[in-house]
């Protein structure tokens, strides 16, 4: 009897990692060819117009915990 519920988990494990594989690769191949890099469409705006010196940059990394 335990043998059977040992076959019966393992399967169950199997396929749930067979159903997870093809669901990953079903998701990789959605955004395979998206180009994440392209420019923007439509009006832009720049949102830093400052420019920092590098000690400021460095103290304000360090004041936000980042």
């Known amino acids: 009897m335990i ?3 040992v076959i019966k988990v393992a399967i169950l494990f199997i396929a749930c990692t067979i159903l997870f594989y093809y669901a990953i690769q079903w998701i990789h191949s959605e955004y395979e060819d998206m180009h994440r890099y392209d ?3 439509g009006s832009m ?3 830093d117009m400052k420019n920092n010196g590098t ?3 460095i ?3 360090y004041q936000n915990g980042e």
Do not use: T
């Open 3 to 5: 043998v059977i519920d």
């Open 39 to 41: 420019r923007p469409k």
């Open 55 to 57: 000690l400021a940059q």
């Open 45 to 47: 705006l720049k949102v």
């Open 59 to 61: 103290v304000r990394f």
